[in-house]
């Protein structure tokens, strides 16, 4: 349970900075999504990063019973399975990417999720601990 307490104290802030960022800069995340689905480099690098974070993740803490530290490690598995994407099909990857940025309702999507990551993990991490 210490890794657990320490990822989720690691991650949550991570992903409450992003959920907050997509909440009250929108406008600049969209231009950022957009920019980076043009370039294939860093739909590559960020693959090999997010697979190598996944990878960490699975090793230091491959928990799988129905509780909240499964959620690391789905977030683990899920970088592993989006990392390797990115690394074997990046231009297969950029057409779908294309049609998420423009949809106005994706980014939001995406804001509400990183935002319950962030509050879920920093709950457990830093108060339910």
């Given at each position: ?83 390797a994407g990115r690394i074997i099909l ?40």
């Amino acid at each position: 349970m210490a890794t657990s307490i320490y990822l989720a104290k690691l991650m949550g802030p991570v992903f409450l900075a992003v959920g907050l960022g997509l909440l009250f800069n929108a406008a600049t995340y969209r231009k950022l999504a957009a920019e980076f689905v043009e370039s294939s480099a860093l739909i590559y690098l960020s693959g090999v990063l997010l697979m190598l974070g996944g990878v960490a993740l699975v090793l230091a803490h491959n928990v799988w019973r129905l509780d909240w530290p499964l959620l690391i490690t789905l977030l683990g598995w899920l970088g592993i399975i989006g990392g390797a994407g990115r690394i074997i099909l990046p231009q297969g990857l950029q057409e779908l990417r294309r049609d998420i940025v423009e949809s106005g309702i994706a980014l939001t999507i995406a804001c509400v999720i990183w935002l319950a990551i962030g509050v879920v993990l920093c709950f457990f991490g830093y108060v339910w601990s």
